[in-house]
Structure formats: structure tokens, C-alpha cells
């Protein structure tokens, strides 16, 4: 292959066309120039350069490969830079899986800060609970995850950062007759028809529910299972049953559905972002972009949202 020297010495001629400036622009003395030039002419079969005693031309072939040159020369030299970016995790590839209920919290937010930023960054966004984000982990398909899972219960293995701690409120249905307290207790739900995630994809969130009407000695009566908290609420909204969900899900105004807080049952979730130790610096600097970003002010009142008004 023909060294990148050459190909500069190739440029600068055709930029000159006129070996003595090109030379010099080179620091070398003409000779070598001409001599260069002349083998690089050998090793591609074909003349790229037109001369007379006083002039010369690009020939055909040279200005057929002048802006390849031109534009392999410049990806050349943004090597250093790309390098330097990647190791600095400015550019790279992050791919990001999130449960559903963070973004309708912090997470868009999060994401359009992010990729203000850090333009050079390619960002892949999977929504993912979390038993699928622990499979895609282990196959290597994902980077970092957003994650549910109850107060304390971090995923084992992976790096954790808690993003947000927010109480559990019960979405109903607007028919139901207990829409018309504004305050609940947990004795007067305690015997409605639930619609909950499977265990399989929040374990310990799912025991932290089914826990607390055991130790209150009820069984709940789980009318319908769903995977997504849309899913939940959709169902809540055609009256299946009622459901407990993060107090971030209020954000979303479904018709047919309204919140209420219980005052007697201190149920709360965690979400966490968890990566793998080692991580690339591309997922470095997400987990320290969105840790600043939870730090403002703005931010805080999302991450860490007061009681839930009525809704």
C-alpha cells in the first residue's frame, strides 16, 4: 500500500502544480520530490501529473483520485481527535435499556441533556423490564439500564446507581366509588382486584406488594397480570381492577384512570441505573452526566417527587 506520505507529497503538488513551491511547502528539496512522485506514478500504472519544461497539469488519472485523496487525508488526520474522543467517552456508541416508568420521570430530560453535550455520541434506546434488561446484559446486547426493583433490592453483579426513590400510589378507575376520598387507607382497597406485573420481571417489587398484604394477613386478589405500567393503566382504565404504580406514572393522564395516595401504606419503589464494572468511558460519562444532572435543582423535585397530589 502506498504510504500516506506520498499521498500528501501527491496533494501538494496538485495544489502548487509546480514542483520548487511544493518543495518547499514540503521542506525537502525538489529532487526527492520529483523522484517521489515518479514512483508513486510506477506503482499506480499511470501518470498523474502533466509536465513541460515550464508547466504542470494534472493528467487524467490525478484528477480522478484528487478528492479521494483530499478526503482520505482528512480522515487521516481526524484519527488523533477520534481516538482522543473515544478514550474520553465524547464518541462512541451507548446502549441505553430503561423501564417504561422513568420516562415519565427524569429520563427525557436526562436524554436531551446527554446528547446536547455529547453530540458525537450514538445513543440506542431499548425499552426493557428488568428481567429482560439481566439477560441482555449477560449477551452482551446492552450497556446500561434503567431499572425497578424495590427500596434496596439492587440487581446483583452490576454497578448500581439509584436514579430515583418514589412512593407506590393505587391508580382506580374513575367509575369506582372509592374515587370520591380524597385521602385512602390501605383497609379499603385491600379487597379490590389488582392488576400487577408478573413476578418474573421485578421480583422484589413484586414481593414488597404481595408482602404487605401478607403482613396485614390478606392474600391479594390479582385479576390481571401486564407486563408494561402502560399496559397497567390501560387496563385499570376499563376497570379490571386497580393497581399500585410509581408515583411518576401520574404523568400519565389516561382517561378513565385517577390516582390517590394511601396514607397508611409507606409502599415505595427504587429505579436504578446499573452497568457493568469496566464499562466503556461512553457509559462513564452517561452515569456521571445524569448523576450531575439528578444533583440540580430542577432535577430533584423529579427524582425525589413529594406526596402525589389527587388527580
Known amino acids: 500500500m502506498t504510504e500516506l506520505r506520498a499521498w500528501r507529497q501527491f496533494l501538494v503538488l496538485a495544489e502548487e502544480l509546480h514542483f520548487g513551491r511544493a518543495a518547499q511547502r514540503l521542506n525537502m528539496t525538489q529532487p526527492p520530490l520529483t523522484m517521489a512522485i ?12 502533466e509536465r513541460t519544461q515550464r508547466s504542470v497539469a494534472l493528467a487524467p488519472a490525478g484528477r480522478a483520485l484528487l478528492p479521494e485523496v483530499q478526503r482520505m487525508l482528512q480522515v487521516a488526520d481526524d484519527l488523533p481527535r477520534q481516538a482522543q474522543a473515544a478514550a474520553a467517552g465524547l464518541s462512541g456508541r451507548l446502549r441505553l435499556a430503561f423501564v417504561s416508568s422513568i420516562a415519565y420521570g427524569p429520563l427525557p430530560e436526562w436524554l436531551r441533556s446527554f446528547r446536547h453535550a455529547n453530540p458525537d455520541v450514538v445513543l440506542a434506546l431499548r425499552e426493557a423490564t428488568l428481567d429482560v434488561q439481566l439477560d441482555a446484559f449477560a449477551s452482551g446486547e446492552i450497556d446500561a439500564g434503567f431499572v425497578l426493583h424495590a427500596k434496596g433490592a439492587t440487581p446483583p453483579g452490576l454497578q448500581v446507581w439509584r436514579a430515583l426513590r418514589e412512593p407506590l400510589v393505587m391508580a382506580l ?126 432535577q430533584s423535585a423529579l427524582a425525589n417527587p413529594s406526596r402525589p397530589k389527587d388527580s
Open 38 to 49: 515518479q514512483a508513486l506514478e510506477r506503482r499506480l500504472g499511470a501518470p498523474l501529473f
Open 173 to 298: 378507575p374513575d367509575r369506582h366509588p372509592l374515587t370520591a376520598r380524597r385521602a385512602l387507607t390501605f383497609e379499603r382497597i385491600a379487597a379490590e382486584p389488582l392488576v400487577i406485573f408478573p413476578r418474573a420481571i421485578a421480583p422484589s417489587l413484586f414481593d414488597a406488594i404481595v408482602g404487605h398484604y401478607r403482613a396485614c394477613g390478606l392474600t391479594p386478589l390479582i385479576a390481571q397480570e401486564a407486563n408494561q405500567m402502560q399496559t397497567i393503566v390501560n387496563l385499570v382504565s376499563a376497570g379490571i381492577g386497580v393497581a399500585w404504580v410509581p408515583a411518576s406514572l401520574m404523568q400519565l393522564q389516561r382517561p378513565g384512570v385517577v390516582y390517590r395516595a394511601l396514607s397508611d401504606a409507606p409502599l415505595s419503589c427504587d429505579t436504578s441505573l446499573v452497568w457493568r464494572e469496566g464499562a466503556s468511558p461512553v457509559v462513564q460519562r452517561f452515569v456521571g452526566h445524569v448523576r450531575a444532572a439528578q444533583a440540580q435543582p430542577s
